[in-house]
């Protein structure tokens, strides 16, 4: 049995436990790591390269039990199903700062599982599940340069609160999670209520500083654990420093010339015909070898033109924006449309309005959550000119759809304000950079246009950065080259008041304090100049569009909520076929009706305020004979309301009743008197 192993870490005012050596014990590394109630799994398995591997093979599967919350999943057969919408962006979140600690030369496969065992109402458990991950792969023996850490940061009162609960995180204008190492930061995810640059670059900075005695405490655990690694090293170095040496004499002019190509299309053709060039006398095996330094090539002269000549692809400066094109509403029966064209990215952006029905139910650990903004990126492959088979949402997709989500979140209505669903979709229709940030900038315009009443415009814009030993450039809207052969991706979204959304991964070991600021202070500029473009063609709502469902709201008696339900559900559900509407009915009387036009919810209310009126004594009403009896007729005159229409009230000379009326009858009549046990007299209107 191996030895168990268990440390206790202060963070903050909390306690994040490690231990392994007991659970798991068959994988390459685990740990088991707890803060409070809230207890990840997480286990570490590799295997060797095969020969020939161009890629790292890193996977992380983050997976979330419903007992660990003390639930029984849904559905027929009640087990856990596919990844949900939270375990694949948890996924993600894990893998993104673990990725760059790995040098280039690692081709092993290493698959990291984390497994939530249990779930308390204080603490969240991505931040535990990066910990482990972080403290599982420092424990195995793989050339990591780990380790690092990861927190939480929330700003409530004006104060940054270090891994807040989440009730803290209700009241928090900040939901931050920062990972680093120990001398720079690595990965940033981040929704904010339009907080400026410096707070958050202090949010940032804060957490990295909170997590440095952590990454101590982790690293010491590791060496308990393993105090004695191997040595790796890149076997195959000085053979890929001869090949690049021969694909760099054979390859630099052509490559130089298809980076000044501003076209990418153009580009591509030119990238490949230089390496069609360099093949075409290579022995087969050997094509790996010298692709690979071929984009070894491509990126050494990308970046070197950008850090000695300031020079990018496109031939834009280095803080310049692409050229922006905008069309509002060009489809005519959609609710709201936006087409977003930024360089060669561009987006098709609609949003739809819906009733309080077709709100999502999220039935998370945490509870059941109804969401009324929902938005959907999907990512084509025509968009980047290449062939695929439509599926579903990948990771990918998922994880840009969130940020887009995250980043206009603050601004939309909630139901109380807004009494509708709405739905916002992105498709990708071209693709060279940054095509989350147009699916903010038309997600924005594509709300307005439907008439949904957000304040202002929102837009974002994705940063990059190229950086050696000494030299560093910030580079502004990047094309998809220059996040591909870069050393950051950083998005930035949020409106002239304020950050609203910010994503950053880092590709290198890290970046400091002058990078974050520098970055954020262009990006702030650019913003700036996006949001200009974007309020000449629309910088309020438009009024709200008459394609979406007509909503009125009012409020009956709460006794009569009974009385619309009907048995069994039988008169709401009648109503609603009868007008063709969707009705919400709350306990407190409140009324929501959804319908095609005006006139039908309307119709729809007026028939649901008869319903719940009382007869007043005096008041005219329509009325249907219903019976006749020897001593009279009774009449329908309100929606469940009859009354008696005694034999006296009939002028007419008759041997019998049915002689001078008959049921089914039209008549107008008049309330004489309600007696206490709610009987209602009844006489022939003046009118009738």
Do not use: W
């Amino acid at each position: 049995m191996k030895n168990i192993v268990r440390k206790e870490i202060p963070m903050g005012s909390k306690i994040l436990v490690l231990e392994t050596g007991k659970i798991a014990r068959q994988a390459t590394a685990s740990v088991i790591a707890s803060m409070g109630g809230t207890v990840v799994m997480c286990a570490v398995v590799t295997k060797e390269s095969e020969v020939g591997r161009d890629f790292f093979p890193l996977s992380v599967h983050y997976m979330e039990k419903t007992y660990s919350a003390g639930k029984i999943p849904g559905g027929y057969f009640k087990r856990e199903g596919r990844p949900t919408e939270i375990e694949t962006l948890t996924s993600r979140l894990i893998d993104r700062p673990l990725r760059p600690l790995f040098p280039d030369y690692f081709k092993d496969e290493v698959q990291v599982n984390c497994m939530l065992l249990s779930l308390d109402k204080d603490n969240p458990p991505d931040v535990v599940a990066l910990m482990a991950a972080s403290a599982a792969m420092s424990a195995a023996d793989v050339p990591f340069k780990g380790p690092m850490a990861a927190v939480r940061v929330g700003f409530v009162d004006d104060e940054y609160v270090l891994n807040p609960s989440f009730s803290d995180l209700e009241n928090s204008d900040l939901d931050m999670v920062v990972a680093g190492s120990e001398s720079a930061v690595l990965m940033v995810e981040s929704d904010a209520n339009e907080l400026s640059e410096d707070l958050m670059i202090g949010a940032i900075l804060y957490g990295h500083q909170e997590m440095k005695p952590v990454i101590k405490a982790i690293d010491d655990f590791a060496k308990e654990v393993l105090p004695e690694r191997k040595d790796h090293i890149n076997p195959h170095k000085e053979e890929e420093e001869k090949i690049f040496a021969e694909v760099s004499e054979k390859c630099t002019k052509g490559l130089t010339d298809a980076f000044t190509t501003t076209d990418k299309k153009e580009r591509g053709k030119k990238i490949s015909a230089v390496k069609e060039e360099l093949l075409k006398d290579l022995e087969e095996e050997l094509h790996n070898s010298y692709l690979k330094q071929f984009k070894e090539v491509e990126k050494h002269i990308v970046r070197e033109n950008i850090l000695a000549n300031q020079n990018r692809i496109d031939g834009r400066g280095l803080t310049e924006v692409r050229n922006i094109n905008i069309e509002t509403n060009f489809l005519p029966s959609v609710h709201g449309s936006a087409l977003f064209t930024r360089g060669e990215t561009q987006a098709i952006v609609t949003a739809t309005l819906g009733s309080g029905r077709d709100v999502q139910i999220v039935d998370s650990l945490a509870g059941e959550v109804k969401d009324n903004f929902m938005l959907h990126y999907n990512f084509p492959s025509y968009s980047v000119g290449e062939l695929g088979f439509p599926m579903g949402p990948k990771r990918r997709e998922i994880g840009h759809g969130a940020l887009a989500k995250r980043s206009l979140q603050f601004a939309v209505p909630n139901l109380e304000e807004f009494p509708y669903a709405i739905r916002v979709v992105s498709e990708i229709t071209e693709s060279n950079g940054s095509s989350s940030m147009a699916s903010v900038c038309g997600g924005s315009l594509a709300m307005m246009a439907a008439g949904i009443p957000i304040k202002e415009n929102i837009a974002g814009v994705a940063m990059g950065l190229v950086k050696d030993e000494e030299r560093f450039e910030v580079l502004t809207d990047i094309l998809g080259d220059e996040d591909h052969l870069g050393d950051m991706d950083f998005k930035v979204a949020g409106t002239k008041n304020g950050v609203s959304g910010l994503q950053m991964d880092i590709k290198i070991e890290g970046i400091n304090e002058e990078i974050l600021e520098k970055a954020l202070t262009q990006a702030k500029d650019a913003r700036m100049h996006i949001l200009g473009e974007m309020d000449k063609v629309l910088s309020q709502p438009n009024e709200l569009t008459g394609l979406a469902p007509y909503f009125c709201k009012f409020k009956v008696h709460k006794d009569k909520v009974k009385v619309v339900i009907g048995k069994g559900g039988s008169t709401i559900k009648g109503l609603q076929e009868e007008f063709g509407v969707t009705i919400e009915l709350q306990d407190s009387g409140e009324v929501n009706v959804f319908g095609e036009n005006k006139e039908v919810a309307e119709a729809a209310k007026a028939k649901i305020e008869l319903l719940c009126a009382e007869p007043e004594v005096g008041k005219d009403y329509d009325a249907v004979v219903a019976k006749i009896m020897e001593f009279g007729a009774f009449v329908t005159f309100m929606p469940g309301k009859d009354g008696l229409l005694h034999i006296s009230q009939f002028k007419e000379d008759f041997d019998q009743l049915t002689d001078v009326i008959n049921e089914g009858d039209k008549v107008r009549v008049k309330v004489t008197e309600i007696r206490r046990d709610g009987k209602v007299k009844l006489e022939f209107s003046d009118s009738e």
